[in-house]
């Protein structure tokens, strides 16, 4: 796995190893975990995770565009689209 990664089957894996995890660990591990993940649950970053490549949600950053740019051409569409879903993937 490369550092850094972030495909769809990278991220499954992580949020598959992550709910192992959370399964294996008592409360206070998972409060040691969430405060150092910023607040974040493990069952929250795990569907952060899984949600970063589902199909609804790609779709909704289409529609999202067309809604905004209904008069946009399909090159921009394309472009748009992807740096929004990269942002998604990217977002801390």
Do not use: Y
């Amino acid at each position: 796995m490369a550092v850094g990664n972030r495909d769809e089957e990278t991220l499954t894996t992580l949020a598959n190893r992550l709910i192992r995890m959370d399964r294996q660990i008592n409360e206070k591990e998972k409060m040691e975990f969430a405060k150092k993940a910023n607040g974040h649950t493990i069952q929250h970053i795990v569907r952060e995770l899984l949600n970063v490549h589902n199909p609804d949600t790609i779709e909704s950053i289409k529609q999202s565009i067309r809604d905004d740019q209904p008069d946009i051409t399909p090159a921009d569409f394309d472009e748009m689209t992807q740096n929004q879903h990269q942002a998604i993937i990217e977002k801390p």
